[in-house]
């Protein structure tokens, strides 16, 4: 008889207990007493330890919402940061490599680089557990490289010991994913050799299977509408309007001050909002603050920080975007991650600079040409705060 899969957790894995622990004692070197506003992972064993994360849920969503009315990035990045440890605590390794990320973006934007390589181990940590070890090889290769940045501000009280400890775990990490990889690589052989033979039996029976059961063709949307470039928009991908007070009044843009900086910033509208778990807090509606002028021209793979991009392909299911003021018609404008997203829906070659959108769609090239900026904060019309609310 078959027996119900135990979760893993904090609880009855050794493993994990032992990440969270290392992790918190690190995260305490930077920030040894949290705000009270923060829902600290002491907090949630405090409160919530014998609960589960149902019951914290509603106490997770109040301090992400305070803290982000608030607007300190560094405390913003805290509140993920921890939340990313409960999860990690009750074994949720892809919601704690998403609020990891959240925190990393966070931090990212005030230059708390110390912080930032705290969220590449962590996520690497994360993954490790969730059993993506080329991933983590590559969250953990990125530590190093941001704890020498940390070195170029002001470095924390005993910085030394702070990096020996975390270089130490990056250590021990690289050498147990090196040895994951290979045990992996060693059965992913194996099984291949049994499922060639198998699929040759199956391969008469799937194929007239296959016959039988071909997927209809899509009759042509009769209202479809022809953009003069030749892009196709049906009713269906046609944004719904921005939501407004008394439903009539024109829809709520930005206050105009990033034009005191010359012509650096500009406002972009998020229009298509496809439900993914690519960048959760960016809604339809929202309006993006891009910084026109980042050196991303000089080094692309220089950010962690989204970009936006104008192809003249259509890039489906990812966040499309227009500016406050267009100054050129139909440009398809995308915002995208050049760094690997926790959801596996984006990831960068190193190598080549190519971004691939997911794993079963076509390499999408990105010259340096057709990025736009780096985006540097966004703006929500309070309307949709209270609608979503």
């Known amino acids: 008889m078959s027996q119900e899969m135990v979760q893993q957790s904090y609880e009855n894995n050794k493993q994990i207990r032992t990440a969270v622990n290392r992790l918190i004692d690190l995260l305490e070197w ?55 440890l409960i999860y990690l605590h009750e074994g949720v390794f892809r919601g704690a490599v998403t609020q990891f990320d959240q925190a990393r973006q966070q931090w990212s934007f005030v230059n708390q680089s110390a912080a930032v390589s705290l969220t590449h181990l962590a996520r690497a940590v994360a993954l490790q557990q969730a059993g993506h070890y080329e991933s983590a090889m590559v969250s953990v290769g990125r530590v190093a490289s941001w704890l020498e940045r940390a070195r170029l501000v002001k470095p924390i009280v005993g910085w030394h010991d702070f990096e020996k400890q975390v270089m130490a775990y990056v250590a021990e990490l690289q050498a147990e994913l090196r040895q994951q990889m290979e045990v992996a690589s060693e059965t992913d052989d194996d099984e291949s050799e049994a499922d060639d033979a198998e699929a040759e039996d199956a391969a008469p029976a799937e194929e007239a299977a296959a016959a039988q059961h071909q997927a209809p063709v899509p009759e042509p949307d009769p209202e479809a509408v022809t953009r003069p470039d ?15 007070m008394d439903r009539a009044a024109s829809p709520p843009i930005p206050v105009p001050g990033h034009r005191l900086l010359e012509d650096r910033y500009e406002w972009y509208l998020v229009e298509v909002r496809p439900p993914s778990e690519f960048m959760p807090e960016i809604h339809q509606g929202d309006w993006l603050l891009v910084d026109l002028r980042s050196r991303l021209t000089e080094d692309v793979q220089d950010t962690e920080q989204p970009i936006l991009i104008v192809k003249k392909e259509e890039i489906d299911g990812t966040i499309r975007a227009r500016p406050l003021d267009p100054k050129d018609k139909f440009q398809r404008i995308y915002l995208v991650m050049l760094a690997d997203s926790p959801t596996g829906s984006f990831w960068v070659d190193e190598t080549t600079g190519t971004v691939t959108l997911s794993s079963d769609m076509a390499a ?21 705060v209270m609608v979503a609310d």
């Open 30 to 84: 930077l920030h040894p007493e949290p705000s009270p506003d923060i829902f600290t992972l002491r907090d949630y064993r405090t409160r919530y330890r014998l609960n589960g994360l149902k019951l914290a849920a509603t106490a997770i969503d109040r301090y992400q919402r305070i803290n982000r009315a608030i607007g300190n990035h560094v405390q913003m990045g805290l509140c993920e940061y921890h939340i990313g």
């Open 364 to 384: 999408i090239g990105v010259n340096r040409t057709e990025i736009l900026g780096v985006v540097v904060g966004f703006w929500r019309p309070m309307v949709n």
């Open 230 to 244: 030749g892009e196709i928009v049906t009713r269906s991908d046609t944004p719904l309007p921005i939501s407004n």
